[in-house]
Nanobody, 123 residues
Framework: QVMLVESGGGSLQAGGSLRPSCEASGITASEYCVGWFRQAPGKEREEVELIRTPSNYTHYADTVKGRFTISQDNAKNTVYLQMNSLKPEDTAMYYC????????????????WGQGTQVTVSS
């Protein structure tokens, strides 16, 4: 059974940094993609960043390029999202999700999701 557990969200002022993490368990596939997604109140869930194992291919949404960086520690089965220069519009519930083989920005293609961690950025 695949489980994804996010942690590390929080509340902070604009310009600050956070590094949420996503700890995965039960993944037996040799090729898979873990993505960070976010959903603000009244909006659709959207891709933030993706990272594929084992190639470490990454994909970023235009809204976070240059500010957010995704990385993974395979020994810890954990994917991190370094978030710098946070803006109020980054406020959302942040989720990690996993899909086998190739990365995709289509949220409905991800069968495994975590419970989310809230990020709130004030101006």
């Amino acid at each position: 059974q695949v489980m994804l557990v996010e942690s590390g969200g929080g509340s902070l002022q604009a310009g600050g940094s956070l590094r949420p993490s996503c700890e995965a368990s039960g993944i037996t596939a040799s090729e898979y993609c873990v993505g960070w997604f976010r959903q603000a109140p009244g909006k659709e869930r959207e891709e933030v960043e993706l990272i594929r194992t084992p190639s470490n291919y990454t994909h970023y949404a235009d809204t976070v390029k240059g500010r957010f960086t995704i990385s993974q520690d395979n020994a810890k089965n954990t994917v991190y999202l370094q978030m710098n220069s946070l803006k109020p519009e980054d406020t959302a519930m942040y989720y990690c999700a996993a899909v086998w083989n190739f990365c995709t920005v289509i949220t409905s293609h991800y069968p495994h999701w975590g419970q989310g961690t809230q990020v709130t950025v004030s101006s």
